[in-house]
């Protein structure tokens, strides 16, 4: 007879189910099938012993950096990844020109170089390695610093006309995006 409040059968929580053996020795399926493949690629050759050292190789290291991995990626909505990488393509083209405006006629420059702090509402790990790697890609900005609480960006702009504008831009056009795909 159980007391009242003790989990009987029927309503004891379920543990949480384990990953089978084979998830656990392949952690990263299509990870390990681009190292194989990169290795025979770099090896340029198909020969066993390329194939079995490859293998290994391909096994073992995302066994050993399972932990770098922050979190598991979910996709949410794959139409808006579409519309950001076509954002970044569009502006990292812009942005090259108006780089290369100010390398070829240095006097035309406009505004002077600044920084600015974005306040920042996207939690997520892979959002904001994502966030940092648009705006290191693109030419005339740099990820400076992010706040141990992940809350504030610090952003070098070659040209800082109006840092409200760039606050604006940056949050409207890089961080609502990856707020819809990842959280």
Same mark, same amino acid.
Request: positive net charge.
């Given at each position: ?62 066994l050993l950096t399972a932990g770098l991995r922050p979190l598991p990626v979910r996709i949410r909505k ?6 950001l990488a076509l954002t970044v393509v569009a502006d990292t083209t812009q942005s090259n020109l108006a ?35 648009? @705006? ?20 070098? @702009? ?26």
């Amino acid at each position: 007879m159980t007391q009242p409040g003790q989990p009987t059968a029927s309503n004891a929580p379920a543990a949480p189910p384990r990953p089978g053996l084979l998830r656990r020795l392949v952690p990263a399926p299509l990870l390990s099938l681009a190292l194989l493949g990169l290795w025979l690629l770099l090896n340029r050759s198909l020969s066993a012993g390329h194939l079995v050292l490859g293998s290994v190789l391909a096994l073992a290291i995302p066994l050993l950096t399972a932990g770098l991995r922050p979190l598991p990626v979910r996709i949410r909505k794959p139409g808006t990844v579409l519309r950001l990488a076509l954002t970044v393509v569009a502006d990292t083209t812009q942005s090259n020109l108006a780089v290369a405006r100010l390398l070829l006629a240095p006097g035309r420059r406009r505004h002077p170089a600044g920084f600015v702090h974005i306040p920042l509402d996207v939690r997520d790990p892979n959002a904001l390695a994502v966030l940092a790697m648009i @705006v290191c890609i693109t030419p005339g900005s740099a990820w400076a610093e992010i706040s141990l609480d992940r809350s504030m960006l610090l952003l070098h @702009v070659l040209e800082l006309d109006d840092p409200a504008t760039v606050i604006a831009d940056v949050k409207q056009r890089y961080e609502a995006p990856l707020m819809e795909i990842f959280e």
